[in-house]
């Protein structure tokens, strides 16, 4: 974002008016014209604006406060323009934006703003926002600021939850909405940790005021483990929709240098969830020193790296979490103790878990056959995944499902 007096453009059009009124405007004329071009001067000396541009080079990446100007505006539908209307996320909404040299009045605390949508270079867009240079203390601590909070609010309103998929191969993240809906009501896991993971989230999404003291980069790792369906992914998408932040799943397989690296991470925004699925698979070298290339293991390190070092301040308020279904193939070093904020083991269906699912997919509180299950789910290691099969099987008629559940479990013991 950057800012600049709009006094210089007017000077231009200004010296190209008096060509014109030279040629055009008879002498009797011209003091008059030249006067009220002056008042125009003074009145745009007055004037501060603020270009916010769609795409930040040094950063290789898209502006924040342009996507949160953009989400601003879009709701603010003036009816004597013809708007171009997207439709994104679900179904329901419908994103307004502004055409190009399209203007937007806006009031903020009595102070009046204009908005501008304009292109720079052709293909990129920016936003002019105009206003009084007596009011630029205001616009720029209380203005702006209002804009992120209330794009991030509409944002929280239009919510679903999308994630996108990022590989070196594609120059944007690869986007589809995920229609998934767990949360932390309907995820079976202990009752402890999903309320311990609760308040680890809360701390962090209020502690911007904590990491800046501290003086680390507002992000927070996560190792979650355990076998498959155990509810990983699950757990994943409950923060998601938790947090209201997307999901970025990092695809790291292919990068071969650090600039590729760095490409890739810099393509995930603030709020967002980077997930690093089944990791040690991808610190597992498949060698091949003598091409040159950075070996998944060296791709590893450089992650570690990332992490720690000056990178990992690019953005705020992300999170990153490791997958693994085996926790003794990661490296020692993952698991140093400061490297991942919080280590979540999922394991095979506890009793409270499977009273979850009862309860999600039957909404049964209680039932005569709950003690028999209790029993063989001490031995019978079934993952909730399992567990959820049985009890999604076509019939609506809950005791023949349990029945077939002990069956199951039965068999497993
Ligand atoms: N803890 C859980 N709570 C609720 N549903 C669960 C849970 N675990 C598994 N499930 C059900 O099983 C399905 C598969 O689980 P999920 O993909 O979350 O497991 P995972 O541990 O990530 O598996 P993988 O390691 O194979 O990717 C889910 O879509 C969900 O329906």
Request: aromatic share 10%.
């Amino acid at each position: 974002m950057l800012t600049r007096s709009v006094a210089n453009d007017v000077l231009t059009v200004g010296k190209e008016l008096r060509t014109l009124a030279d040629e055009f405007i008879p002498r009797e004329y011209q003091d008059y014209y030249i006067h009220e071009m002056q008042k125009l001067l003074r009145k745009n000396d007055n004037e501060f604006t603020i270009v916010i541009d769609e795409y930040q080079p040094q950063l290789n990446t898209a502006d924040e406060m342009f996507k949160a100007v953009e989400t601003y505006l879009g709701t603010k539908v003036n009816e004597s323009c013809i708007r171009k209307v997207n439709v994104c996320k679900n179904k329901e909404t419908l994103a307004v934006t502004m055409n190009v040299n399209e203007e937007i009045i806006d009031d903020f605390d009595g102070v009046q703003v204009k908005w501008r949508s304009t292109t720079e270079q052709p293909g990129l867009r920016c936003y002019e926002l105009t206003f009084h240079n007596k009011h630029r203390f205001k616009i720029l601590e209380s203005y702006l600021p209002y804009i992120l909070e209330r794009s991030d609010a509409i944002k929280a309103e239009e919510s679903g939850l999308k994630l996108h998929m990022i590989h070196d191969g594609y120059p944007e993240p690869k986007t589809i909405i995920l229609d998934n809906p767990m949360t932390f009501k309907t995820l079976a896991i202990e009752p402890e940790l999903k309320k311990t993971i609760i308040e680890d989230l809360n701390n962090f999404k209020n502690g911007k005021g904590y990491y800046r003291r501290i003086g680390k980069a507002w992000k927070r790792g996560y190792l979650i483990y355990g076998p498959s369906g155990t509810g990983k992914s699950s757990l994943i998408a409950a923060m998601a929709n938790y947090l209201n932040y997307d999901i970025y799943d990092m695809d790291l397989t292919k990068v071969d240098s650090d600039s590729q690296l760095k490409n890739i991470m810099l393509k995930t925004p603030s709020k967002s969830i980077l997930v690093f699925e089944d990791f040690d698979q991808l610190q597992n070298p498949i060698v091949d020193d003598t091409t040159g290339k950075l070996s998944p293991k060296k791709t590893f390190s450089r992650l570690l790296n990332f992490m720690d070092g000056i990178w990992s301040c690019c953005r705020e308020e992300q999170i990153f979490v490791f997958t693994t279904k085996c926790i003794d193939k990661l490296d020692p070093t993952l698991l140093r103790p400061g490297r991942m904020d919080m280590h979540i083991h999922l394991s095979h269906c506890t009793f409270s878990a499977f009273k979850q699912l009862a309860f999600n997919y039957l909404e049964l509180e209680d039932h005569k056959l709950f003690e028999r299950i209790k029993e063989l789910l001490q031995s019978a290691n079934a993952t909730p995944a399992e567990v959820a099969g049985e009890l999604m099987k076509y019939t609506t008629n809950s005791t023949l499902l349990l029945e077939r559940l002990i069956a199951y479990l039965d068999n497993k013991s």
